[in-house]
Every structure is written in structure tokens, then in C-alpha cells.
């Protein structure tokens, strides 16, 4: 029996979805079709059915768990309030529980250094996303320009992932969480 065009989406939905998870949780080389496929309660061979190759559904996984990011930032920044949200977002970003769930946190910070060795349409999907965060974070700076806003949330946003990744990286946990709470205070302190 043949599938509607609703159930045909939702499987590729589950398989994008399955793949955003497991690229932030293992990195793009750590996982192959088959078991993307076995994750998503899906055959091997149904793969092609729905992409071209691995490299365009990492690349829509990509745009996928970026976009879960911006909406999940942008909602924290808006129940903050306009004089809290950048605090609140660098809080978020930089929290234990981000360090310690990256199968559901931002995959610049879980696979970024993949991204770049990978196929272009990854590092597109990569790119486009830090874009997005970077217009997110310059809407909550407080700059005398448009200009100065966007350099001050680069900065903003390139040590917001250089800390989480560190703080990831550190063995001990008493380190680490001193490294996610440095970072915060640098950042905070730094727009004060």
C-alpha cells in the first residue's frame, strides 16, 4: 500500500529529527545510515526514498536542530524581558544542562569542527544558523549601531561556543562548571 503524501513527510520529519539528535550526541561521523535509519524505526534501504545521500540529510538535520536553537533561545530571550534576555540567553547556552545534553542543544557547539571538513551543504546549514544566532543575540545588544551590535554578538556567540565546548571537553566536573561559569561571568560582566 502505497503512503499519502502527509505520512511520506512525517517519516522524513522522524529521520530528520532522529538525525539532529544523534549528530549533536555523536558527531556527523559518528553515525551511519543504517543505524539513522534502525534510530528512526525505519529500514536501510527506505533511505534513498526520502535523500539524496547522508551529506544532504546531515545538511537538513542541521538546518533542523539550528532552527530548534534560534526558537528555543528566542522564547528564552522573550520571557526574560528586553533588559534581561541577553543575560538570559548567555545563562541558557552556557548552563550544565546544555553541557550536558547535546543531543538537544546547538550542534555549532556539538559538531561545528565536523561542519567544517564536511560537505557544503553542511557548512551552509552550519553557516545560515550562526547567522541566525548572531541576529539574535545583536537584537538584545545594546550598541550605538546596527554594525556594532552584529560585531558584539559575533564575539558574543563565538565564546559562547568556544566556552561550552571547553567546558565540554574538561574531564572533571568541578572544572567545567567553573569554565561555563567564567564564561558567563566574562560575558555578563563585559556588556555591564
Not at 532522529?18 to 534510530?39: D, F, N, P, S, W
Not at 544532504?56 to 526574560?80: F, M, N, P, R, W
Not at 571537553?169 to 568541578?174: L, Q
Amino acid at each position: 500500500m502505497r503512503k499519502t503524501r502527509s505520512e511520506t513527510e512525517g517519516t522524513r520529519r522522524r529521520i530528520v529529527t532522529t538525525t539532529a539528535r544523534l549528530v549533536r550526541e555523536r558527531g556527523i561521523a559518528g553515525v551511519g545510515v543504517a543505524e539513522l535509519m534502525k534510530q528512526s524505526g525505519l529500514t536501510h534501504g527506505g533511505f534513498y526514498k526520502h535523500f539524496s545521500s547522508k551529506d544532504a540529510l546531515v545538511a537538513e538535520a542541521c538546518e533542523a536542530a539550528l532552527l530548534e536553537t534560534h526558537v528555543g533561545l528566542s522564547d528564552i530571550a522573550q520571557k526574560a524581558g528586553d533588559s534581561r534576555g541577553l543575560q538570559a540567553v548567555i545563562e541558557s547556552y552556557l548552563s550544565p544542562t546544555h553541557r550536558d545534553h547535546p543531543e538537544q542543544g546547538c550542534i555549532i557547539a556539538a559538531a561545528g569542527d565536523e561542519a567544517v571538513r564536511g560537505h557544503s551543504d553542511i557548512r551552509q546549514a552550519i553557516s545560515g544558523g550562526t547567522e541566525q544566532l548572531v541576529a539574535l543575540v545583536a537584537g538584545h545588544v545594546k550598541a550605538d549601531s546596527a554594525g556594532q551590535a552584529v560585531l558584539q554578538a559575533r564575539g558574543i556567540v563565538s565564546t559562547m561556543i568556544g566556552g561550552l565546548t571547553m567546558a565540554r571537553a574538561v574531564n572533571d566536573r568541578e572544572a567545567s562548571d567553573a569554565v561555563l561559569a567564567d564564561v558567563r561571568a566574562f560575558l555578563l560582566n563585559k556588556r555591564a
